[in-house]
C-alpha cells in the first residue's frame, strides 16, 4: 500500500470511528488525542495576534495625550470634545487618536496606593514622552511643577497666545523655587464645560518633554477661539 492510500485509510478510519461516538465521546477523543495539534493551533494563533497587534500600534501615534487628574465633578467626564470634536478639527485619521485619560491622587501623607499606582504610570507616560498635557488641580500641577515636569508658559508659548490668555496664567514654584507658569485656567470656556471638569481641576499644564508642542498651541487657540 502507497503512502498516499495508507494516509487516505487512516483517515477514512478515524471517521468511522467518530461517527460511531457519542457527542460527548467525540469531544474527549479529540481532546485526548489531539490537543498537542489544538495547542499548537492556539498558541500560533496567539503569537500572530500578538505580532499584528504590536505592529498596528508601532503605526499608531497619538495626535495628543490629555491625563485629567482630580475632577471631582458631580457628572461624569465627557471627552468626546477632545477625543472626536479636537481630532477632527486637527484632520487627524484613526492613526492619530487623542487620548483623555483620567486619574484621582492625592499626595504626601494622604497618598494611597492607588495614588502611587497613577504617578507611576504618569512617569512611564513622560518617561516614553506620550504624554503631552494634564488638567487638573493646582495642587497636581504644583506637584509636577516642584518636579520640573511643567513647562513655563511664559517662554512656551507663542506671543499672540501668551497675549489672550495672559490673565489665565497660574503660577507654581519649580524645582529651584523660582516662580513659573505652570497653568492656564480654563473655566468658564465651552471645552470645560463640555468635559464636566469641576472648578477646581480645569487647570492645563504641558509636559515639558512633549513633542506635540504645536498641537497643543492649536488646541489652546481652539479652547479660547483664537
Same mark, same amino acid.
Given at each position: 500500500?502507497?503512502?498516499?492510500?495508507?494516509?487516505?485509510?487512516?483517515?477514512?478510519?478515524?471517521?468511522?470511528?467518530?461517527?460511531?461516538?457519542?457527542?460527548?465521546?467525540?469531544?474527549?477523543?479529540?481532546?485526548?488525542?489531539?490537543?498537542?495539534?489544538?495547542?499548537?493551533?492556539?498558541? @500560533?494563533?496567539?503569537?500572530?495576534?500578538?505580532?499584528?497587534?504590536?505592529?498596528?500600534?508601532?503605526?499608531?501615534?497619538?495626535?495628543?495625550?490629555?491625563?485629567?487628574?482630580?475632577?471631582?465633578?458631580?457628572?461624569?467626564?465627557?471627552?468626546?470634545?477632545?477625543?472626536?470634536?479636537?481630532?477632527?478639527?486637527?484632520?487627524?485619521?484613526?492613526?492619530?487618536?487623542?487620548?483623555?485619560?483620567?486619574?484621582?491622587?492625592?499626595?504626601?501623607?494622604? =497618598?494611597?496606593?492607588?495614588?502611587? =499606582?497613577?504617578? =507611576?504610570?504618569?512617569? @512611564?507616560?513622560?518617561?516614553?514622552? +506620550?504624554?503631552?498635557?494634564?488638567?487638573? +488641580?493646582?495642587?497636581?500641577?504644583?506637584?509636577? =511643577? @516642584?518636579?520640573?515636569?511643567?513647562? +513655563?508658559?511664559?517662554?512656551?508659548?507663542?506671543?499672540?497666545?501668551?497675549?489672550?490668555?495672559?490673565?489665565?496664567?497660574?503660577?507654581?514654584? +519649580?524645582?529651584?523655587?523660582?516662580?513659573?507658569?505652570?497653568?492656564?485656567?480654563?473655566?468658564?470656556?465651552?471645552?470645560?464645560?463640555?468635559?464636566?471638569?469641576?472648578?477646581?481641576?480645569?487647570?492645563?499644564?504641558?509636559?515639558?518633554?512633549?513633542?506635540?508642542?504645536?498641537?497643543?498651541?492649536?488646541?489652546?487657540?481652539?479652547?479660547?477661539?483664537?
Amino acid at each position: 500500500m502507497s503512502l498516499k492510500d495508507q494516509l487516505r485509510e487512516e483517515v477514512r478510519a478515524e471517521s468511522q470511528k467518530l461517527k460511531d461516538m457519542s457527542f460527548q465521546d467525540k469531544l474527549w477523543y479529540i481532546w485526548e488525542y489531539y490537543k498537542i495539534h489544538i495547542g499548537g493551533v492556539v498558541l @500560533a494563533f496567539l503569537l500572530i495576534s500578538v505580532v499584528v497587534t504590536s505592529v498596528r500600534n508601532i503605526s499608531i501615534h497619538p495626535g495628543l495625550y490629555c491625563v485629567v487628574l482630580n475632577n471631582l465633578s458631580s457628572q461624569d467626564m465627557d471627552t468626546s470634545i477632545l477625543e472626536q470634536d479636537f481630532h477632527d478639527h486637527m484632520g487627524f485619521g484613526e492613526k492619530q487618536p487623542v487620548y483623555v485619560e483620567s486619574m484621582y491622587i492625592t499626595y504626601g501623607d494622604n =497618598a494611597t496606593e492607588l495614588s502611587y =499606582a497613577s504617578m =507611576a504610570k504618569i512617569s @512611564a507616560l513622560v518617561a516614553s514622552k +506620550d504624554l503631552d498635557i494634564i488638567i487638573s +488641580d493646582q495642587e497636581s500641577a504644583d506637584h509636577y =511643577a @516642584a518636579l520640573d515636569g511643567l513647562a +513655563d508658559l511664559e517662554k512656551l508659548l507663542p506671543a499672540d497666545i501668551l497675549s489672550a490668555v495672559e490673565d489665565r496664567l497660574f503660577f507654581s514654584l +519649580d524645582g529651584q523655587g523660582r516662580p513659573t507658569a505652570s497653568s492656564l485656567d480654563l473655566k468658564g470656556t465651552a471645552l470645560a464645560g463640555s468635559m464636566r471638569l469641576s472648578e477646581d481641576a480645569s487647570y492645563l499644564s504641558v509636559i515639558s518633554n512633549s513633542d506635540e508642542t504645536e498641537t497643543v498651541f492649536a488646541l489652546i487657540r481652539y479652547i479660547f477661539g483664537l
